[in-house]
């Protein structure tokens, strides 16, 4: 294994002109030389502007040139830093900038009404923006342009700091296991393990579609800049720009979540087959469990070089698995690599091949704590020190794991466990659902009920007709404790665009309407 990062400066004297990575709408390029020079001068501003090694640092932008070039300048200058999804508004993302101390946030001239709001929310911190300046903000390009392209004389490795995205909470901000003052070229056992199993490396040309805040997205093209290949980054996600990019670069490498395989899928016929997607080498899908039928359709379309992983943006384990295995083992996420994976119950105790319980990690390639949060780093260990993230599974005999949900999901209906996952992954194969989300609401007599919330294909299909075509088409699929009781239509749903679905603000407003429901009809 090749641990050595061989950071974009390598790269900048080895191949100056080649493309670091490309904004796939603008069609801007930055060279490696472009990356080396931008970067030193960064880590030079963050140095004049005081900050030391170990220092915390929050960009919040949409995906755009100057983010890829900040990271990695407060990686020269072993900075802690902290990407904040560009979807937060005012009062949320000052909470994580609070939060994770930072000294500097840099953000950006699309996002000038949040930020604009967070001026005096985020006292002593130094803020910047890129594209523009509004009151209260710097220039971040004049700035950067006033400082040298040497290297620091202080160059050693920062790290990154995400937040979870509090689709089931309040964020915590998430610090893997980290070494200040390591080389500034010293890749992480975890990083160099996840670059060497998926073959990134100098022929790399890797499709993001994703936005840059979010973990998988960040990591990955870290990875493929690290080993001197191209990085084609997708301002924002559209299913047909996509397939589109494949061809016109010829991306040899992709990283997706299931609801993109599900909006490539629903093309038209006609605009799927002319998209040249055959220079794809290993296609990586992870973030939720992927419906069976739709990977058995991207198999089917893109052939055997479907990979899915699971992990979380802790990262203490990981489960990978390949087409093949995945063939002879539907619906499974993989087998642990690096680490060990245990289904434990309520009481501790680890359970046996086939049981249900929450899913484990032990012996990772890094650990992590919840920056500080001690309560939250404590829940999330067990007296043997294996760490969970809340997901709910299960093992078979040989060892691969399959996720049925979180446990902050689940619904108990009448005593009986039911996993919305796998209901709204029987939904969203019918051919006229966009999208949809299935959670519990308070019952009378069961304790809780089925509740679905669906985004028709066509908003002029909502209505009695389509729910009741639903649910015929779940009871043909599910038990009938299983079935939706109730749907909902919504023109859209929350949905992050890292393809997680913001449920628990929808479950909420359902909550508490169900439970005001329930008091105003209780006998007296």
């Known amino acids: 294994m090749n641990n050595t990062l061989q950071h974009p400066a390598i790269h900048a004297v080895s191949q100056p002109d080649r493309p670091a990575f490309i904004m796939a709408t603008s069609g801007e390029i930055v060279t490696y030389r472009d990356l080396d020079r931008r970067s030193c001068q960064a880590a030079q501003l963050f140095r004049a502007l005081g900050l030391k090694a170990g220092d915390h640092i929050a960009i919040q932008m949409e995906n755009n040139r100057h983010f890829m070039e900040i990271m990695w300048g407060a990686q020269r200058a072993g900075l802690i830093y902290t990407a904040i999804s560009s979807h937060l508004k005012c009062d949320e993302a000052s909470c994580i900038v609070a939060n994770c101390l930072a000294r500097v946030l840099i953000t950006s001239a699309a996002l000038a009404e949040v930020a604009m709001d967070m001026v005096g929310k985020v006292n002593a911190v130094q803020l910047f923006m890129v594209d523009g300046t509004r009151p209260g903000f710097e220039s971040w390009e004049k700035a950067l342009a006033r400082q040298s392209e040497t290297p620091i004389a202080d160059e050693q490795a920062g790290i990154q700091m995400l937040y979870s995205s509090g689709t089931t909470g309040q964020p915590k901000g998430i610090l893997p296991t980290w070494q200040p003052g390591s080389p500034v070229h010293q890749m992480s056992t975890a990083m160099a393990s996840l670059a060497d199993f998926f073959q990134i490396d100098e022929n790399t040309v890797y499709l993001s579609p994703a936005p840059l805040y979010h973990a998988a997205p960040l990591v990955y093209n870290t990875l493929v800049m690290s080993r001197g290949g191209t ?249 009938g404790v299983k079935c939706p009781r109730s749907i909902d239509f919504k023109r859209e749903l929350p949905r992050l665009d890292n393809g997680k679905l913001y449920k628990r603000l929808l479950r909420d407003s359902y909550l508490q309407a169900a439970t005001a429901s329930l008091i105003a009809h209780s006998p007296a």
């Open 231 to 479: 990085s084609v980054i997708m301002e924002k996600f559209d299913a047909e720009s996509s397939l589109a990019l494949i061809g016109r670069y010829g991306c040899t490498h992709s990283q997706w979540v299931p609801i993109m395989f599900i909006r490539m899928l629903k093309l038209p016929e006609a605009i799927r087959a002319k998209c040249d997607v055959s220079s794809m080498r290993i296609a990586i899908h992870a973030a939720a469990p992927c419906p069976r039928e739709i990977k058995e359709q991207m198999i089917a379309w893109w052939g055997n070089i479907i990979w899915e992983y699971y992990s979380s943006t802790e990262g203490a384990g990981a489960t990978i698995i390949n087409t093949e295995q995945w063939l002879a083992h539907p619906g499974s996420v993989g087998v642990a690599v690096n680490s060990k994976v245990h289904i434990v119950d309520d009481a501790g105790k680890e359970l046996p091949a086939g049981k249900v319980g929450t899913v484990y990690f032990s012996d990772g390639l890094q650990s992590f704590e919840y920056f500080n949060e001690p309560e939250r780093t404590r829940d999330a260990y067990n007296e043997k020190g294996w760490s969970t993230s809340g997901d709910v599974g299960y093992v078979d005999e040989a060892g691969f794991l399959y996720l049925t949900d979180r446990r902050n999901f689940m619904i108990i209906s009448g005593g009986v466990n039911i996993y919305p996952q796998e209901i709204e992954n029987i939904l969203i194969t019918h051919e006229r659902v966009a999208d949809v989300a299935v959670f519990g609401i308070p019952n009378a007599e069961f304790g809780e009920e089925v509740k679905a919330v669906v985004q028709p294909r066509h908003w002029s299909d909502a209505g009695d007709e389509l729910a009741l075509e639903l649910m015929q088409w779940c009871r043909r699929r599910l038990s």
